[in-house]
Nanobody, 120 residues
Framework: QVQLVESGGGLVQADGSLRLSCAASGSTFKIVAMAWYRQAPGKQRELVAHIGAGDSTKYSDSVKGRFTISRDNAKNTVYLQMNSLKPEDTAVYYC??????????????WGQGTQVAVSS
């Protein structure tokens, strides 16, 4: 079992910055990869950024060049630095962990979400 707790959301003006944090606890040694997703009202949840083995990273086209995902393994924490924020970035942001299960399958764990609102 892995528990994820996000923090750092809030209200910011366009072109501003925020940094989200996601602290993992429990069987963190079983985590294979972590990611940030977001869900805006009336829309499907979408992948924002992913960090995998060897700290390889991937970003959605909509945030590439503005957002940076990173992690501190000593703190079991993943970060999402968001710069040049736009009103369309407004959403609930969720932390995700892909975890090796005892059943040899990969399992997804989710945080509770943190609201990000960007005003124009």
């Amino acid at each position: 079992q892995v528990q994820l707790v996000e923090s750092g959301g809030g209200l910011v003006q366009a072109d501003g910055s925020l940094r989200l944090s996601c602290a993992a606890s429990g069987s963190t040694f079983k985590i294979v990869a972590m990611a940030w997703y977001r869900q805006a009202p009336g829309k499907q949840r979408e992948l924002v950024a992913h960090i995998g083995a060897g700290d390889s990273t991937k970003y959605s086209d909509s945030v590439k060049g503005r957002f940076t995902i990173s992690r501190d393994n000593a703190k079991n924490t993943v970060y999402l630095q968001m710069n040049s924020l736009k009103p369309e970035d407004t959403a609930v942001y969720y932390c995700n962990a892909v975890v090796n299960g005892d059943d040899l399958y990969l399992h997804n764990y989710w945080g509770q979400g943190t609201q990000v609102a960007v005003s124009s």
